[in-house]
């Protein structure tokens, strides 16, 4: 994330530039990085935002000793374009991980998509290479899953996870089960060598991944600075957890899942300390985009909080996302290499960390475009001092009784010609639109439209990755399918234009 738009530049220049500087000679070891990227996680999941039942103990204990960011955004509402917007430090509308093929609608990487991340982007793995990082992905890649498109072409050095969601189970004939990785080669497939129960919800890759991210950081923390991408996928419908965590939660099976990946993260943080690695280690914790109220409540969370978030186009909730970094040390030290603190222990930033004279500083003023796919959906400006939320296209869905009147629908509909303006400061969640006939509408609108036009006519489109579906490139023989008796026969291939819903 993110993921994560009010980041992105922030992420590729201020870490990996400032990372390289370290590296020059005579100068200390360059700061791990562990990046921790949920899957639909909402901004009021987690305790210190808010949930009551306060099941996260290491994230909230994690923004108490470092910082939480309240207003913190993903790039768009669906996984892929979240992530290539992450990992790129490029808007999905810029890497090409956008679709043309129908007016204000999201896309993402099912396995019949033809797409994903295009050579020309560099992604922060590979930048970081170039400082002499070891970089691992654990979990879900989500950029494409043909060859061109493996995260070991990209920066990565390792990989252990899948290039796709966990759903299933497929029958292997009309559409073959999702592989899962280590390195180059499958090593087996969801719902067979990975099992998920769908009845009861358990499943173990969780404990999985968490012992790959402990075993990587054991091998490089005293070797090489490392870069860490744990993206774990448990609460992504079907909901998932180990058997330990299942029937624990006040939460049903998706608080199940949300305690687990908290104690992992636990752990971790627990291990860099006794590495006594933790002081040059920044951690960062995040989603890709809000929570699938799609799924709710069975799948999903509909927890009552401040914001109300779903992976749909675009209601501004779905990119408010969770955002904290540890800062193990010096807390609220301003590091010479990165930002990692400012102010005190627990200190909520009002935005993001300032980039005091650094590369890809962005002023508190600068605007920021939400559901950067086609077209423009949102746009955010002003975030300390007058935060405004223009707002040109909605549809979602919502949790029983939290129906904004007026806001919400189950609609997709177009408001480029009144937009709905939000003042984040006195409304952060976004329920009270400002009166169009009111004075602070019409300065707002103004001062918007003016900074929208002039990002759209400096805008350059990337080529849309997103919009060729093929049944024959699913993945039907991946690397290694053949060691394994795994390969299946792919049908003829027949490209055609996908259809996206969302």
Same mark, same amino acid.
């Given at each position: ?23 020059? *000679? ?5 700061? =791990? ?67 043309? =093929? ?9 396995? $019949? ?21 070891? *970089? ?24 252990? +996870? ?34 998920? =129960?769908?009845?009861?919800? $358990? ?30 996928? !448990? ?5 998932? !957890? ?6 624990? /939660? ?29 002081? =040059? ?5 995040? *989603? ?12 999903? $969370? ?7 978030? /779903? ?57 920021? +475009? ?11 400006? +002003? ?53 169009? @006939?009111?004075?602070?509408?019409? $300065?707002?609108? *103004?001062?918007?439209? /003016? ?20 049944? @024959? ?30």
């Amino acid at each position: 994330m993110a993921a994560v738009v009010a980041a992105t530049r922030w992420w590729r220049l201020l870490l990996v530039l400032s990372a390289a500087g370290m590296g020059a *000679s005579g100068a200390p070891q360059p700061p =791990n990085i562990l990046l921790l990227l949920m899957d639909d996680m909402g901004w009021g999941d987690l305790g210190v935002y808010g949930e009551p039942s306060r099941e996260t103990p290491n994230l909230d204990r994690m923004a108490a000793e470092g910082m939480l960011f309240p207003n913190f955004y993903s790039a768009n509402p669906l996984c892929s374009p979240s992530r290539a917007a992450l990992l790129t430090g490029r808007l999905p509308i810029r890497n090409g991980f956008y679709t043309t =093929n129908a007016h204000a609608r999201n896309a993402y990487t099912p396995q $019949e998509i033809v797409g994903g991340i295009p050579d020309s982007e560099q992604l922060l793995p590979e930048l970081l290479k170039k400082a002499g990082y070891v *970089s691992k992905i654990v979990g879900k890649w989500h950029l494409g899953h043909r060859p061109q498109f493996h995260p070991l072409k990209h920066g990565f050095d390792e990989w252990f +996870g899948s290039p796709n969601c966990h759903f299933g189970p497929y029958d292997n004939k009309a559409r073959p089960n999702i592989p899962v990785y280590r390195d180059w080669e499958m090593v087996g497939r969801y719902y067979e060598e990975f099992p998920i =129960n769908l009845k009861t919800g $358990e499943a173990n890759l969780t404990q999985i991944y968490l012992q790959e991210a402990l075993d990587f950081i054991k091998r490089q923390a005293r070797h090489h600075p490392f870069f860490l991408y744990w993206a774990v996928d !448990a609460t992504h419908a079907p909901v998932y !957890a180990s058997k330990p965590f299942l029937g624990t /939660s006040q939460r049903g099976r998706y608080g199940d899942a949300v305690r687990e990946i908290d104690d992992s993260i636990g752990k971790m943080l627990e291990l860099l300390q006794d590495l006594h690695v933790a002081d =040059n280690t920044f951690v960062f914790f995040t *989603s890709d985009n809000g929570a699938a109220l799609i799924s709710a409540p069975e799948q999903g $969370e509909c927890s009552p909080s401040l914001l109300t978030v /779903s992976p749909q186009p675009a209601w501004p909730s779905w990119a408010s996302v969770p955002g904290i970094a540890a800062c193990e040390g010096r807390p609220g030290h301003r590091s010479p290499s990165i930002v990692t603190c400012e102010g005190r222990p627990g200190h909520r930033s009002p935005s993001i960390a300032a980039c005091e004279g650094r590369p890809g500083h962005r002023s508190s003023d600068e605007p920021l +475009g939400h559901g950067q796919t086609w077209p423009l959906m949102a746009v955010v400006q +002003g975030l300390q001092d007058t935060p405004s939320l223009l707002f040109s296209l909605q549809g979602i869905d919502f949790c029983p009784g939290q129906n904004v009147s007026g806001v919400t629908t189950h609609n997709l509909e177009d408001h480029t010609k009144l937009p709905l303006i939000f003042h984040l400061g006195r409304d952060p969640g976004e329920r009270f639109p400002l009166s169009f @006939a009111s004075a602070e509408y019409q $300065e707002a609108l *103004s001062r918007i439209t /003016s900074v929208v036009q002039q990002h759209q006519e400096a805008l350059v489109p990337g080529q849309p990755q997103l919009n060729v579906c093929n049944w @024959a490139v699913m993945n039907w023989a991946p690397p290694g399918c053949e060691k394994l008796g795994k390969c299946l026969t792919p049908p003829e291939s027949i490209p055609k234009k996908c259809l996206w819903s969302h």
